[in-house]
């Protein structure tokens, strides 16, 4: 497994401001991701954060938005741009230590957005 | 697409009985499956994995696959009210870095 830290845990912002969020891995991981879950609801993938390159995005959301950064295999940045009341959700950052094996989660991060 | 159907619930079961989750896939390529926890207001952990039809047992956890029938399931023995929680079905594509979620489960035990 992998202990994967998250800063910050929380946060209210006013709309049309931006948030990045951090994640930090105490291990080299092969793979890393970025979820979003709101309330009540399952886990939806943002993208794929890919080291050295840009990432991946699922359907649905794109780069302007959600810009990410990957600068080695134990970090990745998750930015929430221009931000609206319908981005108030969890986001959450995920490994795969190993090709192959399954993910784990951060703690994730609570934004608020007013 | 890609669907994974489980039950919202809540399933309401006393202490000292077994849990029984259930999740529907409809990727028939799917070879990897995962269960998770999730706690009120936690992130998801890793509670099984199987990749073969039939059993796995680990501990009071029983995962069941069953591949022809694109069903797997989680059964819970000796339930604990610690065991109240979301339980996330996640089957993955061979090939695939990426598993999908379902809904989840809410389980809920009581004494």
């Known amino acids: 497994?992998?202990?994967i830290s998250q800063k910050p845990s929380r946060d209210i912002c006013q709309r049309g401001t931006s948030l990045t969020i951090q994640c930090q891995v105490d291990s080299q991981v092969t793979m890393m991701f970025w979820y979003r879950q709101q309330p009540g609801q399952s886990l939806t993938l943002i993208a794929?954060?890919?080291q050295g390159s840009e990432?991946?995005?699922e359907s649905g959301f794109v780069i302007d938005k959600f810009p990410i950064s990957r600068p080695n295999l134990t970090f990745s940045t998750l930015t929430v741009s221009?931000?609206?009341p319908e981005d108030s959700s969890i986001y959450l950052c995920s490994v795969e230590?190993?090709?192959g094996e399954t993910q784990y989660f951060g703690p994730g991060t609570r934004l608020l957005v007013l | 697409q890609k669907e994974v159907e489980q039950n919202s619930g809540p399933?309401?079961?006393?202490?000292?009985a077994i849990a029984s989750l259930n999740c529907t896939y409809s990727d028939r390529?799917?070879?990897s499956f995962f269960w998770y926890r999730q706690y009120s207001g936690k992130s998801p952990e890793l509670i099984m994995s199987i990749y073969s039809n039939g059993d796995k047992e680990d501990g009071r956890f029983t995962a069941q696959l069953n591949k022809a029938s694109q069903y797997v399931s989680l059964l819970i023995r000796d339930s604990q009210p610690s065991d109240s929680a979301t339980y996330l079905c996640a089957p993955r594509t061979g090939g695939s870095y990426i598993?999908?979620?379902g809904r989840g489960t809410s389980l809920i035990v009581h004494p």
């Open chain 1, 97 to 99: 230590v190993r090709t």
């Open chain 1, 82 to 84: 221009n931000m609206s």
């Open chain 2, 99 to 101: 598993p999908t979620f």
């Open chain 1, 55 to 57: 990432a991946t995005y």
């Open chain 2, 11 to 16: 399933l309401s079961v006393p202490e000292g």
């Open chain 1, 48 to 50: 794929t954060a890919n």
């Open chain 1, 1 to 3: 497994s992998a202990v």
């Open chain 2, 29 to 31: 390529g799917s070879q």
